[in-house]
């Protein structure tokens, strides 16, 4: 799923020069030796020089606060555990009980009730406040509505950020990164979200890892409009991956505010429909679970949104050209090598479950 697009090269360049400048001076402040680098003219140019540096600054505070940075590594195992999360609020209680099991090194997190719903809070516990660590902090905050904006498909954007007791124009082109309304509110820096928010699913698979992490925490999105069949997609998938009842098209309508005739109509100008789409799902999760799991074909039929299992031995042989269980014994054969090798790594990632091989 392609949540968002890449600043195009002039959108971006406003973003990279001065968020890559306030970086290397403070280096230069610090006496730390700037590390060589390139013109800066692509994303994933601006991506290494970022994450480089950061890391730097996050080494030489550690030297101060007495504990030692996470690493890449830790920081793609708590995202990963995140994404085996239903929901949003779930997410962040595996980021929170992730950072307690490195504790210090990811500092202290933790969600907690506010007026307008919750502050997912992050705090460094820093010895002490300075402009370097200001700026691994921002960093930090960032990354984590990237992470909660990813898990949700999009859909889940924090109404605010605070960047605790820091002078704006120090940080003013950071502040462009968030695209929200930035506070500050002390030492602590939290992103704020309603009660509606938290409970959304997570509706990413395991499979779009690899290219959301390639440029995380420091990519610079600006809002794309998400395909609609992904949308929908996405949706269905949920539902199934928290043994849900699979959503009829007026209440996948209804979660995307618009009218179901308005739905059709879009999917139909694609050259698709809800029916379609939804017996696509069905299809991927059905082979699936016949070839990795040990569920007798009515549950499976009941997993997947069929009243019965007849119905859905009716559909699978619609779908695939034999009945289910013909399909358990022999579907790689029936199917040729290639082809049951590519439905089955769909399926899979559809179901947020790891693709060997």
Same mark, same amino acid.
């Given at each position: 799923?392609?949540?968002?697009?890449?600043?195009?090269?002039?959108?971006?360049?406003?973003?990279?020069?001065?968020?890559?400048?306030?970086?290397?001076?403070?280096?230069? &402040?610090?006496?730390?030796?700037?590390?060589?680098?390139?013109?800066?003219? /692509?994303?994933?140019?601006?991506?290494?020089?970022?994450?480089?540096?950061?890391? #730097?600054?996050?080494?030489?505070?550690? =030297?101060?606060?007495?504990?030692?940075?996470? /690493?890449?590594?830790?920081?793609?195992?708590?995202?990963?555990?995140?994404?085996?999360?239903?929901?949003?609020?779930? @997410?962040?209680?595996?980021? +929170?009980?992730?950072?307690?099991?490195?504790?210090?090194?990811?500092?202290?997190?933790?969600?907690? !009730?506010?007026?307008?719903?919750? !502050?997912?809070?992050?705090?460094?516990?820093?010895?002490?406040?300075?402009?370097?660590?200001?700026?691994?902090?921002? /960093?930090?905050?960032?990354?984590?509505?990237?992470?909660?904006?990813?898990? /949700? =498909?999009?859909?889940?954007?924090?109404?605010?950020?605070?960047?605790?007791?820091?002078?704006?124009?120090?940080?003013?082109?950071?502040?462009?990164?968030?695209? +929200?309304?930035? &506070?500050?509110?002390?030492?602590?820096?939290?992103?704020?979200?309603?009660?509606?928010?938290?409970?959304?699913?997570?509706?990413?698979?395991?499979?779009?890892?690899?290219?959301?992490?390639?440029?995380?925490?420091?990519?610079?999105?600006?809002?794309?409009?998400?395909?609609?069949?992904?949308? +929908?997609?996405?949706?269905?998938?949920? $539902?199934?991956?928290?043994?849900?009842?699979?959503? %009829?098209?007026?209440?996948?309508?209804?979660?995307? @505010?618009?009218?179901?005739?308005?739905?059709?109509?879009?999917?139909?100008?694609? =050259?698709?429909?809800? !029916?379609?789409?939804?017996?696509?799902?069905?299809?991927?999760? @059905?082979?699936?679970?016949?070839?990795?799991? %040990?569920?007798?074909?009515?549950? #499976?039929?009941?997993?997947?949104?069929?009243?019965?299992?007849?119905?859905?031995?009716? $559909?699978?042989? !619609?779908?695939? %050209?034999?009945?289910?269980?013909?399909?358990?014994?022999?579907?790689?054969?029936?199917?040729?090598?290639?082809?049951? @090798?590519?439905?089955?790594?769909?399926?899979?990632?559809?179901? =947020?479950?790891?693709?060997?091989?």
């Amino acid at each position: 799923m392609h949540m968002n697009r890449w600043l195009d090269d002039q959108e971006a360049q406003t973003l990279y020069s001065p968020v890559l400048e306030i970086l290397f001076d403070e280096l230069e &402040v610090l006496g730390i030796p700037c590390p060589a680098h390139a013109a800066i003219d /692509t994303p994933s140019q601006f991506t290494t020089e970022y994450l480089r540096t950061v890391q #730097i600054l996050e080494e030489y505070l550690a =030297g101060d606060d007495r504990h030692v940075p996470m /690493t890449r590594r830790d920081v793609e195992l708590m995202c990963r555990c995140a994404l085996s999360a239903p929901t949003l609020a779930r @997410a962040m209680e595996l980021v +929170i009980d992730f950072a307690a099991m490195i504790h210090p090194r990811s500092g202290q997190l933790s969600l907690e !009730r506010c007026n307008t719903g919750y !502050r997912f809070v992050h705090n460094s516990l820093r010895g002490s406040q300075s402009l370097a660590s200001s700026l691994v902090d921002i /960093t930090g905050i960032f990354a984590f509505k990237q992470l909660f904006q990813w898990l /949700t =498909g999009g859909q889940v954007i924090p109404s605010t950020v605070s960047i605790g007791q820091l002078r704006r124009k120090d940080i003013l082109p950071f502040l462009h990164l968030f695209n +929200i309304p930035v &506070v500050g509110n002390g030492p602590v820096y939290y992103l704020e979200y309603t009660e509606e928010d938290v409970q959304r699913p997570v509706v990413v698979s395991a499979g779009a890892f690899d290219q959301f992490f390639e440029f995380f925490p420091c990519a610079v999105y600006t809002p794309d409009e998400i395909p609609l069949s992904n949308q +929908i997609s996405s949706l269905l998938s949920a $539902a199934i991956r928290q043994a849900l009842p699979l959503p %009829g098209l007026v209440q996948v309508a209804a979660s995307l @505010a618009m009218p179901a005739s308005t739905l059709r109509r879009k999917l139909d100008s694609q =050259g698709t429909s809800f !029916r379609a789409l939804r017996e696509q799902c069905q299809y991927e999760v @059905a082979l699936s679970l016949l070839a990795h799991s %040990g569920l007798g074909v009515s549950d #499976i039929a009941e997993t997947i949104g069929f009243s019965n299992s007849s119905t859905f031995r009716r $559909a699978f042989k !619609r779908w695939s %050209g034999v009945c289910p269980t013909v399909y358990r014994q022999n579907g790689e054969g029936l199917m040729g090598e290639t082809g049951a @090798a590519e439905s089955s790594a769909s399926a899979l990632r559809l179901l =947020g479950r790891p693709v060997y091989g």
